[in-house]
């Protein structure tokens, strides 16, 4: 009986923890041509459909999104006269060197915006049927186009279908760029776009596959993908929904494509690549995976991917999803966790505009995702319960890779100003640097809407930059809520790693516009520091007096146990530092004999938080490790 016990807690331990999945593996696609961009034209643009675009979740999720809506706005209501209290305030250090409008070609709303820019200054973006190439560094228009002009002349099957929710992606270390985008809304015609730059100029060649978007031929089509890519693999995440049918019954799975990118930038006739579904919190199929990029670098083996409960009043949940090894490899496996959250996000109210019409923030799906060697950041929309605005919740996980990994979140907001469709990138030099630039939209019912975004260092946010004043209100659909998203571009320059580019919407005259930024963060613009402490957090001994380094429990509640073998006698220093560098106690410091020591100590006196433990001899930083404190 016992034993039987015992075999059940582990049971229930790895249906917690691990979260199995399955992989189909296949290695085919639909169809394959080589596109040269500079040759193809869309002169007549004929486009007849509906001017709002097809909601995320299909047509009959808005009417459930509306009704979380209301029930949150009641619980937690507006506050007219609300005077916010600001938190960890940070003198604003950017500065906006860029700024123009995006593409002008734009019949349909929401804008999905999307952009990227190589190391030579060229900026491909997009919006929900279109998309531009500028040269930045010689202020031009290299070209304009649809994205049905991509796949007119080869795709004749597709001529008639929509094309939609563009993404685009930059590959620093190809020096490359991949665009995906959606091609039918039904089952039958369901389609996944992915095309690869044959040279870094996206002017010229692209080899365009075609993936079929039932990809488990299960009677549903693809909505709203997401990109990331890492040294080997592409990955490519959508949801898959019925026609025609309620959310809840609608909606089936979330699914990714765990593309070989050298199929696809080699031009071989067929892409190579593992599909992905099956991914379940008990019986519960997890919605909206969001694959994290790289925050300073690509990933090298790993690629993770976030999730939450996106329709939920509030929650306290996320999933942590990891694929491990590329897509050529007979050991790539996956993985799914749930996390707990300390801090709370909220369902999303609808922003505010002066002329009474609301704009959609849909729910709280995570919207962007960076990933460095020690923490992973995302974004996410969130209500401010103190004052009823959208705003944004930023959340920091530490120790991801660990069984019981951290978790910080902030709502970042204003009482007045609502806050909608975020995305985020580093701005670090260093290893774990956790500074970024998080972009968006905003508006408010004293002025315009626009483009804008904070600053993040050492968990400090600046004021609100304002890059971009909207003409007026965003008025074009028949109802009181307009589109406003259905998500926002942002990618730092990987050459310039102090400089963002982004683009976001905003209200013209005549239709909703598009509008790219750059912004630089002044003190960012520096030289690498190799004795910066957040540059050697976890890092191996840079000397062979140290080793077999092991810090327990971690996360630790009082003691603390620090085992480590010195291989020589030395002047041992260990000194425990906050996780932004200030120094907090210093723990030891005295003649240490070879062999294996203990140091333990007290902390709970501690707020709870990350903290590093940092091993000196002299001046001489030995290593560096977080320790957390709950």
């Known amino acids: 009986m016992k034993k039987s016990k015992f075999i059940l807690l582990i049971l229930i331990t790895i249906l917690h923890y691990g979260y199995n999945s399955q992989v189909v593996k296949k290695s085919f696609t639909k169809q394959f041509k080589k596109i040269n961009l500079s040759q193809t034209s869309d002169e007549w643009m004929v486009n007849v459909q509906s001017m709002e675009m097809a909601a995320p979740g299909g047509e009959s999720y808005t009417s459930f999104l509306l ?11 507006r506050k007219k006269h609300y005077s916010n209290i600001k938190r960890n305030s940070l003198d604003s250090a950017i500065i906006i060197e860029n700024g123009f409008e995006g593409n002008l070609y734009n019949n349909k709303v929401p804008n999905d915006n999307t952009i990227a820019i190589s190391n030579d200054g060229i900026v491909v973006e997009a919006i929900n049927s279109s998309y531009i190439i500028y040269d930045t560094e010689n202020d031009s228009l290299l070209k304009s186009g649809t994205l049905h002009s991509i796949l007119v002349a080869e795709f004749w099957d ?21 665009l995906v985008f959606l091609a039918g809304k039904t089952p039958g015609s369901s389609h996944v776009c992915v095309a ?37 693999d592409l990955f490519i995440t959508g949801n898959l929904l019925l026609n025609g049918v309620s959310w809840q019954l609608g909606f089936y799975q979330s699914i990714i494509w765990q593309v070989d990118k050298n199929s696809g930038y080699n031009g071989n006739d067929s892409l190579t690549f593992n599909l992905w579904s099956e991914f379940k919190d008990d019986s519960i199929y997890v919605r909206n995976i969001h694959p994290v990029r790289g925050a300073r670098e690509l990933q090298d083996d790993k690629q993770y991917f976030l999730s939450n409960k996106n329709f939920s009043l509030e929650s306290d949940t996320m999933y942590l999803i990891k694929i491990e090894n590329n897509t050529l490899s007979p050991n790539v496996s996956s993985s799914l966790q749930r996390l707990s959250l300390t801090d709370h996000y909220f369902f999303a109210p609808n922003g505010q505009q002066y002329n009474g019409q609301e704009l959609a923030t849909n729910d709280s799906r995570v919207l962007g995702g960076i990933i460095d060697e020690d923490w992973i950041q995302f974004v996410n929309h969130s209500m401010d319960t103190s004052s009823g605005t ?15 990994p951290y978790v910080m979140g902030t709502i970042i907001s204003d009482s007045v100003i609502d806050y909608g469709y975020p995305n985020i990138a580093s701005t670090g ?14 508006s408010s019912v004293s002025d315009t809407n626009g483009v804008a975004c904070v600053y993040m260092q050492n968990n400090q946010y600046s004021n609100l930059t304002k890059l971009h004043k909207g003409e007026k209100a965003i008025d074009v659909l028949t109802g009181s809520v307009e589109r406003w998203g259905d998500y926002s571009g942002i990618q730092r320059k990987y050459d310039e790693p102090c400089r963002v580019w982004m683009s976001g919407m905003y209200g013209k005259n005549i239709a909703n ?50 085992n480590f073998n010195l291989k020589k006698d030395i002047n041992l220093s260990i000194e425990l530092f906050t996780i932004e560098g200030r120094l907090i106690k210093k723990l030891f410091h005295s003649y240490t004999k070879k062999g294996l020591n203990r140091l333990s100590f007290n902390t709970s006196q501690l707020n709870n938080g990350i903290y590093s433990i940092v091993f000196k001899e002299g001046n001489n930083i030995l290593f560096s490790k977080k320790l957390v404190k709950q």
């Not at 870094?200 to 693809?222: E, K, R």
């Not at 030099?429 to 905003?442: A, H, K, L, V």
């Not at 050697?536 to 003691?559: A, H, R």
């Open 158 to 178: 597709l001529r008639f279908l929509s094309k939609y929710d563009p993404k685009v992606i930059y590959d620093p270390i190809e020096d490359r760029f991949i």
């Open 513 to 562: 516009g598009s509008w790219i930024s750059s912004v630089a963060v002044s003190d960012t613009c520096r030289v690498a520091d190799s004795s910066s402490l957040a540059s050697i957090n976890d890092q191996p001994s840079y000397q062979p007096s140290l080793k077999d380094i092991k810090v327990y429990p971690n996360p630790t509640i009082e003691l603390t146990n620090i």
């Open 429 to 442: 030099i260093n290893p774990n640097e956790s500074e970024c630039i998080i972009g968006f939209n905003y």
């Open 67 to 77: 009704n979380q809506k209301e029930k949150v706005s009641q619980k937690y209501p």
């Open 196 to 232: 690869f730059t044959d040279s870094s100029d996206p002017t010229g060649d692209w080899n365009v596959y075609v993936l079929i978007g039932d990809a488990l031929n299960t009677g549903h089509w693809t909505d709203y993908p997401a990109i990331s890519i890492t040294e080997d």
């Open 390 to 404: 959208c705003g944004i919740y930023h959340g920091i996980i530490y120790d991801y890779d660990s069984v019981q």
